[in-house]
Nanobody, 115 residues
Framework: QVQLVESGGGLVQPGGSLRLSCATS????????MAWYRQAPGKQRELIAS???????TYADFVKGRFTISRDNTKNTVYLQMNILKPEDTAVYYC?????????WGQGTQVTVSS
């Protein structure tokens, strides 16, 4: 059974930081490209960052310089370090695992940026 479990969300003030984690099981983690998406109320889900099996990374323009995606193949976990958070970063954050035609999603973790 494949599971992706996000954690680390919460309420943070503007300018603050959070580190999200996505622990996976049931997949050969090192085979999968991983990504973080987010979905704000009333908006479509959008790609934030991705990391390949060789740890090459890509970022959406709106998070470049603020967010960092990383992976630990020994822990089957992908991370998203989020710095300089803004109110517009408020959303549910989801991790995704992708390999050929296989796509798996976590249940999401809420991030709220507010003073």
């Amino acid at each position: 059974q494949v599971q992706l479990v996000e954690s680390g969300g919460g309420l943070v003030q503007p300018g603050g930081s959070l580190r999200l984690s996505c622990a996976t099981s049931g997949i050969i983690f090192s085979f999968y490209a991983m990504a973080w998406y987010r979905q704000a109320p009333g908006k479509q889900r959008e790609l934030i960052a991705s990391i390949t099996i060789t740890a090459d990374t890509t970022y959406a323009d709106f998070v470049k310089g603020r967010f960092t995606i990383s992976r630990d193949n020994t822990k089957n976990t992908v991370y998203l370090q989020m710095n300089i958070l803004k109110p517009e970063d408020t959303a549910v954050y989801y991790c995704n695992a992708h390999f050929t035609t296989q796509d798996y999603w976590g249940q999401g973790t809420q991030v709220t940026v507010s003073s």
